[in-house]
T-cell receptor, first 109, second 112 residues
Framework: GIQVEQSPPDLILQEGANSTLRCNFS?????LQWFHQNPWGQLINLFY???GTKQNGRLSATTVATERYSLLYISSSQTTDSGVYFC???????????FGKGTKLTVNP | NAGVTQTPKFQVLKTGQSMTLQCAQD?????MSWYRQDPGMGLRLIHY???????DQGEVPNGYNVSRSTTEDFPLRLLSAAPSQTSVYFC???????????FGSGTRLTVV
C-alpha cells in the first residue's frame, strides 16, 4: 500500500518562529489532508489539499502531486499551535485515508 | 449542529468482555470510518462504510465488527476484548468524492 512519511518527527520552536512540515507519499493520490491533534487529543481538519496551495490565517499548505509531497507552513507560531500534525492520503476513488506518523510540534513561550 | 459524537469518552473492560462504541453524525455524510491510535503511531483504519448497508474492512479489522443501518450511525463492536485492543478510538465522517474528514472526540479504551 501507499507509504506516508512525515518530517521532522519532532520540532521545538520559540513563539513567533516560522516552520515548515513535510509529507512525502509513495504513489499518486486523489485526496490529501492535514490534521492538527491538540494536547487534549482532538483531531481538527486543517486542509483538504490534493493539489495546489491554500491559506487559512497563519497556516498555509502546498501539495505538489506530481512530485508526491505536501508542505504545511506555520507562520508566527503560538503556544496554541502545539500538538501533533498529521498528513493523510487516499488513492483512486477510495475515501480511506492512510495516515503518516505525524510531526510533534512544541511551541515554547 | 453537533458534528460527530462518540460515546463513551472513557471505558475500562475486562479481558473477554464485549462492548459497543457509539458514533453518530448529523451532517448527512455518506462515508464513515473507525480508526485506532496507539502511542508513537499514526491512525490505523479498522472498518469503514460508504453508505447505509455497506461496510468493509480496513487495515486492522480483527476483533471488531461494524454495521451501518442508517446514514447517521456507525457503531463499533468489540466481540471479546483483549489487552491488545487498549487504544484510543476515533470515528470520522466525510462526504464521498472528496472533502475533509470530521473526527469525533475519541474513546479511550483500556482492557485489563
Amino acid at each position: 500500500g501507499i507509504q506516508v512519511e512525515q518530517s521532522p518527527p519532532d520540532l521545538i520552536l520559540q513563539e513567533g518562529a516560522n516552520s515548515t512540515l513535510r509529507c512525502n507519499f509513495s504513489d499518486s493520490v486523489n485526496n490529501l489532508q492535514w490534521f492538527h491533534q491538540n494536547p487534549w487529543g482532538q483531531l481538527i481538519n486543517l486542509f483538504y489539499i490534493p493539489s495546489g496551495t491554500k491559506q487559512n490565517g497563519r497556516l498555509s499548505a502546498t501539495t505538489v502531486a506530481t512530485e508526491r509531497y505536501s508542505l504545511l507552513y506555520i507562520s508566527s507560531s503560538q503556544t496554541t499551535d502545539s500538538g501533533v500534525y498529521f498528513c493523510a492520503v487516499s488513492q483512486g476513488g477510495s475515501e480511506k485515508l492512510v495516515f503518516g506518523k505525524g510531526t510533534k510540534l512544541t511551541v515554547n513561550p | 449542529n453537533a458534528g460527530v459524537t462518540q460515546t463513551p469518552k472513557f471505558q475500562v473492560l475486562k479481558t473477554g468482555q464485549s462492548m459497543t462504541l457509539q458514533c453518530a453524525q448529523d451532517m448527512n455524510h455518506e462515508y464513515m470510518s473507525w480508526y485506532r491510535q496507539d502511542p508513537g503511531m499514526g491512525l490505523r483504519l479498522i472498518h469503514y462504510s460508504v453508505g447505509a448497508g455497506i461496510t468493509d474492512q480496513g487495515e486492522v479489522p480483527n476483533g471488531y465488527n461494524v454495521s451501518r443501518s442508517t446514514t447517521e450511525d456507525f457503531p463499533l463492536r468489540l466481540l471479546s476484548a483483549a489487552p491488545s485492543q487498549t487504544s484510543v478510538y476515533f470515528c470520522a465522517s466525510s462526504y464521498s468524492g472528496g472533502g475533509g474528514y470530521t473526527f469525533g472526540s475519541g474513546t479511550r479504551l483500556t482492557v485489563v
